[in-house]
């Protein structure tokens, strides 16, 4: 068994699909592959405006996979809604901005805080584990203890960006040290992901304590060159 366990984030199989409003890439294709080639889970993203992740491949997934299913949605009503019906293992909260390319930051927990509280406490009793997309935050990780959550996922991108751009990363990776030590002594389950690649997998599974990695991006375009099988295979040895 790996330490860290490795969640496949497969929404860029449908954003190939959408460029072209075609049946392929299959989401749902990509999804039960990767549980064969060793996935710990799969992540999908259901945004507001479906620009890939849709209901229908949501539905698809949750019924034919084996391994559990992270299912990422903005604190919304429709969003609760639809959460609610399909009862994935983990949903992650996440923040969601309508021009942005991907999720550029982590959540503002005081904005929207009692209700994210009334949100967690309603999906863990319909029997998912509540994830929340922070940046390494002292504050943020406290804030997400006193509302109830289960997990947080630390937001990676300002660490693996640096990594990428070959600049100093020392900060970064001291602030997620102590946001991961403050959030283990609080016993809250860690998570990490945004924008992991290789190399940054690599350092950030040398911290203590982080017990799964989210990776889609860099993985569904390394597939590309080397398969997914091999894209999995490796990330599951370096972590
Ligand atoms: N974790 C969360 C909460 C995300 O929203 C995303 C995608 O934005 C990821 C992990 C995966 O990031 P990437 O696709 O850059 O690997």
Same mark, same amino acid.
């Given at each position: 068994?790996?330490?860290?366990?490795?969640?496949?984030?497969?929404?860029?199989?449908?954003?190939?699909?959408?460029?072209?409003?075609?049946?392929?890439?299959?989401?749902?294709?990509?999804?039960?592959?990767?549980?064969?080639?060793?996935?710990?889970?799969?992540?999908?993203?259901?945004?507001?405006?479906?620009?890939?992740?849709n @209901?229908?491949?949501?539905?698809?997934?949750?019924?034919? *996979?084996?391994?559990p &299913?992270? =299912? +990422? /949605?903005? %604190?919304?009503?429709?969003?609760?809604?639809?959460?609610?019906?399909?009862?994935?293992?983990?949903?992650?909260?996440?923040?969601?901005?309508?021009?942005?390319?991907?999720?550029?930051?982590?959540?503002?927990?005081?904005?929207?805080?009692?209700f994210?509280?009334?949100?967690?406490?309603i999906?863990?009793?319909?029997?998912?584990?509540?994830?929340?997309?922070?940046?390494?935050?002292?504050?943020?990780?406290?804030?997400?203890?006193?509302?109830?959550?289960?997990?947080?996922?630390?937001?990676?991108?300002?660490?693996?960006n640096?990594?990428?751009?070959?600049?100093?990363?020392?900060? @970064?990776?001291?602030?997620?040290?102590?946001?991961?030590? *403050?959030?283990?002594? &609080?016993? =809250? +389950? /860690?998570? %990490?992901?945004?924008?992991?690649?290789?190399?940054?997998?690599?350092?950030?599974?040398?911290?203590?304590?982080?017990?799964?990695?989210?990776?889609?991006?860099?993985?569904?375009?390394e597939?590309?060159?080397?398969?997914?099988?091999?894209?999995?295979k490796?990330?599951?040895?370096?972590?």
């Open positions: 068994m790996p330490r860290i366990r490795l969640g496949v984030n497969i929404d860029h199989v449908a954003t190939v699909r959408n460029a072209r409003g075609e049946i392929y890439p299959s989401p749902l294709r990509a999804a039960l592959l990767s549980e064969k080639y060793g996935a710990d889970s799969i992540t999908i993203h259901l945004r507001e405006d479906r620009r890939h992740i @209901e229908k491949d949501l539905k698809e997934i949750k019924s034919k *996979l084996k391994i &299913l992270n =299912l +990422e /949605i903005a %604190a919304t009503q429709e969003m609760l809604k639809i959460a609610k019906k399909q009862k994935p293992s983990f949903i992650c909260i996440v923040p969601e901005k309508r021009k942005e390319i991907t999720t550029e930051g982590g959540l503002n927990l005081n904005y929207k805080k009692h994210l509280k009334k949100l967690i406490k999906l863990k009793k319909n029997g998912s584990r509540i994830s929340l997309f922070i940046e390494p935050s002292l504050k943020d990780i406290r804030v997400a203890k006193e509302i109830q959550a289960d997990c947080i996922e630390i937001h990676t991108g300002k660490i693996c640096a990594i990428n751009k070959k600049k100093s990363y020392k900060n @970064e990776l001291n602030k997620i040290k102590k946001a991961v030590g *403050l959030a283990s002594h &609080l016993g =809250l +389950e /860690i998570h %990490a992901g945004h924008g992991l690649t290789f190399e940054s997998a690599k350092i950030l599974s040398k911290i203590k304590d982080i017990s799964e990695f989210n990776i889609g991006h860099f993985l569904v375009g597939s590309i060159f080397i398969g997914l099988k091999s894209a999995i490796k990330f599951k040895k370096i972590i």
